[in-house]
């Protein structure tokens, strides 16, 4: 099982970002995605999570600025990240609980975006 994140970036305070992450493999069933992110010399922290029936939960501080969601028939998960701020400044990381092919049940991660929001 692999999960391949994309969309991060540069962009100015205000502006907005689209990541991605897609997991592949000899997945079975996904039950949550979600975002994660670590600033430097910060905890990792939620972001957002959503479940394969499509009920959501996110950080108060992304609120109203992020959007999670997903495409289950492509075993993907977006997060749409508006008005973006220099706090977010973070690598993000996907996640994904995972029940292969052969009944393991298990939580994967992606490798990590850079997103920088500076002027």
């Known amino acids: 099982v692999q999960l391949q994140a994309s969309g991060g970036g540069l962009v100015q305070p205000g502006g907005s970002l689209r990541l991605s992450c897609a997991a592949s493999g000899s997945i079975f069933s996904i039950n949550a995605m979600g975002w994660f992110r670590q600033a430097p010399g910060k905890q990792r922290e939620l972001v957002a999570t959503?479940?394969?029936?499509?009920?959501?939960n996110s950080a108060d501080s992304v609120k109203g600025r992020f959007t999670i969601s997903r495409d289950n028939a492509k075993n993907t998960v977006y997060l749409q990240m508006n008005d973006l701020k220099p706090e977010d400044t973070a690598v993000y990381y996907c996640y994904a609980h995972i029940r292969t092919v052969w009944g393991a049940t298990s939580d994967w991660w992606g490798q990590g975006t850079q997103v920088t929001v500076s002027s």
């Open positions: 959503i479940t394969s029936g499509g009920s959501t």
